[in-house]
Every structure is written in C-alpha cells, then in structure tokens.
C-alpha cells in the first residue's frame, strides 16, 4: 500500500529564508510522488513532481524536490521563502496498482513572517 | 488556471438530502478523479472514472456515485447526506491515456459542501 506522511503540521520561516516541508511515502513499488499547493479557498496547484528520472526535481515558484530512496524522502525546499508563499503544501503519491489513485498527506501550514 | 472548472461554488443542504456536483475536465482528458477534503485534513480519494466506467474507489460508501460523460463532463452524487459529508470536493482531470496511467492530475476549485 502507499501512503505519506508529512511532519510537522505547521512551518513558519522569516521572509527570505529557506523553506524545507518534510514528507516520506511508503510504497511497496517505485513511487510517483507530488507535491501540491493550496491557497485559501481554491484547489490544488501542482509545484512538482518525480516520475523516476532525476531524483532532483525543480518546480514552479523557485520550489524543487530531492527523491532520496535510502530515506524515502521527497522533501520540498525553497533557498527564500517570500509572502506569496504562504499557503498550505500536499505531498501524494501515486498508487500504481489502482489506476493513478492519488495518495495524500495531512498538509503542512506554511506561515511567512515579514 | 488548470482548465478544471466545478460548480456550484459553495452548496448547504440538510441531512437526508442528496446533492449532485458537477465538474468539467480539461479538453481531452479520459480520467476524471473525486476527492473529499475535510477541513484541516488532506484529500480523500473518492472514485476515478477512465472513458465512463469506473477505474478504481476508495474507502466511501455506496450512497456516493459518479458519472463522466463524452463531453468531458463529470458528476459526483451523495445520497442520504450526513453531516460528516460537509467538506470541500475536489475533482481532477488528468490525461489517461490508459486505465492505470500515473499522468498528473489538475484539479478544479472545488465545491465547499455544508450538510446541517
């Protein structure tokens, strides 16, 4: 079965410093893995994603994300955090074995403090 | 802009009503995917429709049902509504070139469900 697991509900950085969500998948084939973003009262927008090419993976916004098999991590970074940042963040995982169902974390808060 | 529109916006119904949401998938997109999203929490998957049939179902009960039709439109139906069905509905389109296809998923707005 695949799932992820996102630590640390809430993340506050100061603007211009860097951004790191965490997120770890379980998954007992080679994973696909996103990560979504969310802003108050609107859908999801995909910032990334890895599909088994290279294990760094750069998004929109200034956003990338390293796929590190040994950890099973897939954690997002940002070297600056900015106020449009702010927002709620989804790492998923694709199962594979159920057509492409979706898998997704519990969200982190992302707060930037000017 | 994804090009994945939903509607209504936001709905409030009472418990035992049913309720139907729409949404309209990119042009060309064979897969359509439905999420609950509680608030505070991450998005559930509902079903997956691949070219009108059913392609997969999460862990929800019978008295939530889905449609997708040619025109790359597609419905969620929720009968007998309780009040833990209020949340945000999300639906995505995707490509899908198969039934199992990985391709990424563009999701609508959604609609913001209030059941009292």
């Known amino acids: 079965a695949q799932s992820v697991t996102q630590l640390g509900s809430h993340v506050s950085v100061s603007e211009g410093a860097l951004v790191l969500l965490r997120c770890n998948y379980s998954s007992s084939v080679p994973p696909y893995l996103f990560w979504y973003v969310q802003y108050p009262n609107q859908g999801l927008q995909l910032l990334l994603k890895?599909?088994?090419?290279?294990?760094l993976v750069k998004g929109i916004n200034g956003f990338e994300a390293e796929f590190k098999k040994s950890e099973t991590s897939f954690h997002l970074t940002k070297p600056s955090a900015h106020m449009s940042d702010a927002a709620e963040y989804f790492c998923a995982v694709i199962s594979g074995n159920t057509g492409n169902q979706f898998y997704f974390g519990t969200g982190t808060s992302l707060t930037v403090i000017p | 802009e994804t090009g994945v529109t939903q509607s209504p916006t936001h709905l409030i119904k009472t418990r035992g009503q049913q309720v139907t949401l729409r949404c309209s998938s990119q042009s060309g997109h064979n897969t359509v995917s439905w999420y609950q999203q509680a608030l505070g929490q991450g998005p559930q998957f509902i079903f997956q429709y691949y070219r009108e049939e059913e392609n997969g179902r999460g862990n929800f009960p019978p008295r939530f049902s889905g449609l997708q039709f040619p025109n790359y439109s597609s419905e969620l139906n929720v009968n007998a509504l309780e009040l833990d069905d209020s949340a945000l509905y999300l639906c995505?389109?995707?490509?899908?070139?198969?039934?199992?296809?990985?391709?990424?998923?563009?999701f609508g707005p959604g609609t913001r469900l209030t059941v009292l």
């Open positions: 995505a389109s995707s490509l899908g070139t198969t039934s199992s296809s990985t391709d990424t998923q563009y």
């Open positions: 890895y599909t088994s090419a290279a294990t």
